[in-house]
């Protein structure tokens, strides 16, 4: 897998009566097989801000969260973590616990060289 573009963004409300300030957006745009892709992942913002405090207590996850915010990689961590993934276009998350596997027990390496263009 070769990234080309990783980000994150907070949704802003465009109408009065949404909820979509609630919720982050992280972006990974890859290639497999010569083919292109976008992955987009949307999850509730208060499981960022949960999680943070626990992954700045993580060596792997702390040097990474120093260069990058936690919204810009989520995406990148969810491939990484779920090969199914691959297959989508975008996946919602609404559980706490579905969210923070994603940074559980990462495969370190793999990161590692996946962010290492970006660095």
């Given amino acids: 897998m070769l990234i080309h573009h990783i980000d994150g963004i907070e949704l802003e409300k465009e109408k009065p009566n949404t909820s979509e300030d609630f919720?982050?957006?992280?972006?990974?745009?890859?290639?497999?097989?010569?083919?292109?892709?976008?992955?987009?992942?949307?999850?509730?913002?208060?499981?960022?801000?949960?999680?943070?405090?626990?992954?700045?207590?993580?060596?792997?996850?702390?040097?990474?969260?120093?260069?990058?915010?936690?919204?810009?990689?989520?995406?990148?961590?969810?491939?990484?973590?779920?090969d199914s993934y691959l297959k989508r276009k975008r996946v919602y998350i609404n559980e706490y616990e579905d969210f923070k596997s994603l940074f559980m027990n990462p495969d370190e390496k793999t990161l590692t060289n996946l962010l290492q263009p970006f660095e």
């Fill in 23 to 82: 919720f982050n957006r992280s972006e990974a745009a890859y290639e497999i097989n010569g083919e292109k892709h976008t992955f987009h992942l949307l999850y509730v913002r208060y499981f960022e801000e949960k999680l943070e405090d626990e992954l700045s207590q993580h060596d792997f996850w702390k040097q990474h969260l120093q260069k990058y915010k936690l919204r810009e990689i989520a995406a990148l961590a969810a491939l990484s973590k779920n």
